[in-house]
């Protein structure tokens, strides 16, 4: 059942939340432009349940069933929403499982409440990715509209144009962590697909270098792409995340 946690910035957040008996909590961050009907999601979602792990899923403002339109969302609305769920859901410390964008939030989450974050669970992480990824990736013209207009509606392989703005790209500078040492050191797993042409290895590797925790895995998957939702894609999830929980 979808629940709806307003913030002290405004925003109406939806959730979805199952709290378990085994002591160990996952809270789901979903990436740029997604929400928590995934089918990663999802899956994970029902192996918590099965094993009585307690779970959490919401969906960002302007995304999925939470208020607000897309096109006004930045990389700090993100960022609060997600220390309001984590605040204002969640007790004691959780496993964070980011996807993409999700694991940029994470790491952020993880560095403004350290003592919440027990673990961490990167899939095809991109962090920094607006300023690393993106931006570099987009057509000179494109560019121009965005600090001109404000607006660019960018063609995506995954459905309609994406509304890229401005102020995207502004509060993204305002929250990189990929020019220092990351200061986590609980457990870090990352997954990553060879194959990824959105978030490529190499940007996985180099977070590698930067978190400072020993109790690092770092998966490459060769033949995945940048969702890693292939059945054995997901089995791999849940075996991550059971060993974290059974560990």
């Known amino acids: 059942m ?8 405004g925003r109406r957040i939806a959730y979805r939340r199952h709290t378990g008996r085994s002591g160990h909590d996952f809270v789901w961050l979903s990436g740029f432009n997604s929400d928590m009907q995934g089918t990663k999601v999802l899956r994970l979602e029902d192996w918590a349940r099965s094993r009585g792990h307690g779970f959490l899923a919401f969906d960002y403002s302007g995304h999925g069933q ?16 997600t220390l309001a769920v984590l605040d204002g859901l969640t007790e004691g410390c959780q496993t964070l499982v980011g996807s993409s964008m999700g694991a940029w939030m994470a790491l952020l989450a993880a560095i403004a409440r350290p003592e919440r974050v027990g673990a961490l669970v990167l899939i095809a992480p991109a962090p920094d990715f607006t300023a690393r990824l993106m931006w570099p990736g987009l057509a000179p013209e494109a560019r121009k509209e965005i600090l001109e207009t404000g607006l660019h509606m960018q063609p995506s392989d995954y459905g309609e144009p994406v509304p890229l703005t401005r102020a995207l790209f502004e509060t993204g500078e305002q929250h990189l962590i990929m020019d220092a040492p990351i200061r986590f050191d609980r457990p870090v797993r990352i997954l990553q697909g060879l194959c990824d042409t959105d978030v490529p290895a190499e940007h996985a590797r180099r977070l590698v270098e930067l978190i400072t925790s020993d109790d690092l895995v770092y998966t490459l998957v060769k033949g995945g792409d940048h969702r890693l939702s292939r059945e054995r894609d997901i089995t791999r999830l849940i075996n991550t995340c059971a060993e974290l929980a059974d560990g």
Do not use: C, I, K, M
Not at 2 to 9: E, G, I
Not at 66 to 81: I, K, L, Q
């Open 2 to 9: 979808t629940d709806h946690l307003d913030t002290q910035a």
């Open 66 to 81: 939470s208020y607000g339109r897309f096109e006004e969302g930045t990389v700090t609305h993100w960022h609060e929403d």
